[in-house]
T-cell receptor, first 114, second 113 residues
Framework: DGGITQSPKYLFRKEGQNVTLSCEQN?????MYWYRQDPGQGLRLIYY???????QKGDIAEGYSVSREKKESFPLTVTSAQKNPTAFYLC?????????????FGQGTRLTVV | QKEVEQNSGPLSVPEGAIASLNCTYS??????FFWYRQYSGKSPELIMS????GDKEDGRFTAQLNKASQYVSLLIRDSQPSDSATYLC?????????????FGKGTKLSVKP
């Protein structure tokens, strides 16, 4: 079955530690996105990538980094510079070049600072 | 800054009633519009998409789009307790960074048995 897989489902981070969230898709989609969701809030864009080896900052990129070495994979690293990382992180993908398609989401990773 | 606005709710309706959810957006260049349903602790799932002015019906759901007023709505007929969730409105432009989905903060719907 085609889809987007995020792992892990739950992640705990100690103060000052970097952690990496995985996102893999087998939909052959060009574009991939990372969103952050805080309680009672909508989705805020962290980073997006429209093609391999290229990515752009979204609205809240500070303290995060990404890579796009393969079309299927778009990992997100939450660095120690992100002072308030506790949130629900969602990865999504779309077909690029066609303006009307919806985003497909992974199941999310809930990150908690301990 | 492109914005998508929704009433945060909660919107409470009795079972069997019509639930009406509204959304406005700031970017006149927006091309496509989506309604996602999100249960607590879960990821959003697409329930409706609409691209041209007018109504689009799918089962109990009807999406309405008015580009001149920059307004999109979702009607849920014969509301069921299982419809209780947060509904996210999302808007997308065309191409490049304009193609990024911009989300509203969501409207929490509660359907009372």
């Amino acid at each position: 079955d085609g889809g987007i897989t995020q792992s892990p489902k739950y992640l705990f981070r100690k103060e000052g530690q970097n952690v990496t969230l995985s996102c893999e898709q087998n939909l052959n989609h060009d574009a991939m996105y990372w969103y952050r969701q805080d309680p009672g809030q909508g989705l805020r864009l962290i980073y997006y990538s429209q093609i391999v080896n290229d990515f752009q900052k979204g609205d809240i990129a500070e303290g995060y980094s990404v890579s796009r070495e393969k079309k299927e994979s778009f990992p997100l690293t939450v660095t120690s510079a992100q002072k308030n990382p506790t949130a629900f992180y969602l990865c999504a993908s779309t077909i690029e070049g066609v303006g009307y398609t919806e985003a497909f989401f992974g199941q999310g990773t809930r990150l908690t600072v301990v | 800054q492109k914005e998508v606005e929704q009433n945060s709710g909660p919107l409470s309706v009795p079972e069997g009633a019509i639930a009406s959810l509204n959304c406005t957006y700031s970017d006149r260049g927006s091309q496509s519009f989506f309604w996602y349903r999100q249960y607590s602790g879960k990821s959003p799932e697409l329930i409706m998409s609409i691209y041209s002015n007018g109504d689009k019906e799918d089962g109990r759901f009807t999406a309405q789009l008015n580009k001149a007023s920059q307004y999109v709505s979702l009607l849920i007929r014969d509301s069921q307790p299982s419809d209780s969730a947060t509904y996210l409105c999302a808007v997308r432009g065309y191409g490049g960074s304009q193609g990024n989905l911009i989300f509203g903060k969501g409207t929490k719907l509660s359907v009372k048995p």
